[in-house]
């Protein structure tokens, strides 16, 4: 799978938008961005995918520029359980293995 | 109810010993996972089952051994514990669609925490 670059570390307010970037530059025209977030002392869990086109739902929004070389998760109104580490993961077509980075260890400031 | 559930949440023991880790989902899912999270918190996959036949083994040692009675099922068995071996292990499961495409969502268990003294 291809490598995905984060920040290791964001803070942002509570209740104001979150804008997680992602850099994917070697990312292949069939790799699906996937974010997966994981909560203090808790499993990962599933945010949201995409491909090409941006993608919202319940959660999040991710935002896919044009050349696909990088992404944006999108949290809308941060609240003080979104406080976790964000995965940004690239899956190959058909490719059942999550392969996790470091990700970005998101803190919210009440 | 739990999605997807391990036993035990804790586990303590001495180096050399064996011990196993259980895992069960009620989602009607196909395939299974064991991740290990280590001190560094780098989240790494071990092994996948599919219907319960082995189809990703990671290089994990042989000391590690899973074992899925039923497709709910995918049990961890380690022999001969070694320092190392600490580390959060998750379980996880997806349904696999035959037709391939983005891939699955997989749903993770809360954790094993084993430390080995």
């Known amino acids: 799978d291809a490598k995905t670059t984060q920040p290791n570390s964001m803070e942002s307010n509570e209740e104001e938008p979150v804008h997680l970037p992602c850099n994917h530059s070697?990312?292949?025209?069939?790799?699906?961005i996937h974010w997966y977030r994981q909560l203090p002392s808790q499993g990962p869990e599933y945010v949201i995918h995409g491909l090409t086109s941006n993608v919202n739902n319940r959660m999040a929004s991710l935002a896919i520029a044009e050349d696909r070389k990088s992404s944006t998760l999108i949290l809308h109104r941060a609240t003080l359980r979104d406080a976790a580490v964000y995965y940004c993961i690239l899956r190959a077509f058909g490719n059942e293995k999550l392969t996790f980075g470091t990700g970005t260890r998101l803190t919210i400031i009440p | 109810d739990t999605a997807v559930s391990q036993t035990p949440k804790y586990l303590v023991t001495q180096m050399g010993n064996d011990k196993s880790i259980k895992c069960e989902q009620n989602l009607g899912h196909d395939t299974m996972y064991w991740y290990k999270q280590d001190s560094k918190k780098f989240l790494k996959i071990m092994f996948s089952y599919n219907n319960k036949e082995l189809i990703i083994n990671e290089t994990v040692p042989n000391r590690f051994s899973p074992k899925s009675p039923d497709k709910a099922h995918l049990n961890l068995h380690i022999n001969s514990l070694e320092l190392g071996d600490s580390a959060v292990y998750f379980c996880?499961?997806?349904?696999?669609?035959?037709?391939?495409?983005?891939?699955?969502?997989?749903?993770f268990g809360p954790g094993t925490r084993l430390l080995v003294l």
């Open positions: 070697t990312i292949s025209g069939t790799d699906y």
């Open positions: 996880a499961s997806s349904q696999t669609r035959t037709s391939g495409g983005a891939g699955e969502t997989q749903y």
